[in-house]
């Protein structure tokens, strides 16, 4: 493992399933780094001051009830607004691959969606944290490019 990082998992909207941001929260605390679960029904304001409060590199975002089109770009912006443009932003649950070029375009560096081996979602924070790819970051890149 490369540098413990901070992360912030959060479930936003009215989203009520929580085990798979619960799946990723655990595999990336058995992976050696520190998570701040939010828990659910979390506002894009909500999230972004949590991801304020405790300094977080990271911030996982888990949706299954299809509002993420709009809360995963407005997250993205609420970051930036805030002067949080280091933040990296990744996301997860039913996200169809229609509907992924635009949170990549918003800021979103990566997408995990059900059966994503927990392996994978560790190697991209290992990944993620050598880059200059946080939300406000004009790099480009993201992940399985």
């Known amino acids: 493992m490369g540098v413990r990082q901070r992360i ?3 479930k936003p909207g009215l989203d009520g399933h929580d085990r798979g941001a619960k799946v990723v929260a655990r ?4 992976g050696g780094h520190e998570v701040i679960y939010t828990g659910l029904r979390r506002t894009p304001e909500q999230i972004v001051r949590t991801v304020m409060d405790e300094d977080a590199r990271f911030v996982g975002l888990s ?10 770009p407005k997250i993205c912006r609420l970051l930036k607004e805030s002067g949080l443009n280091d933040v990296v932003v990744f996301g997860g649950g039913i996200i169809p ?5 635009p949170l990549y375009s918003a800021g979103v560096r990566a ?4 059966g994503t081996p927990s392996s994978e979602v560790l190697d ?4 993620a944290s050598t880059r ?14």
């Open 27 to 30: 595999a990336l605390r058995d």
């Open 111 to 114: 997408i995990f969606g059900p």
């Open 124 to 127: 991209f924070v290992e990944e």
């Open 132 to 145: 200059d790819c946080g939300v406000g970051s004009d790099d480009g890149w993201f992940w399985g490019e």
């Open 97 to 101: 691959e229609s509907d992924r070029p």
């Open 8 to 10: 912030v998992i959060a």
């Open 63 to 72: 949706s299954l009830s299809g509002a993420h089109s709009h809360l995963f």
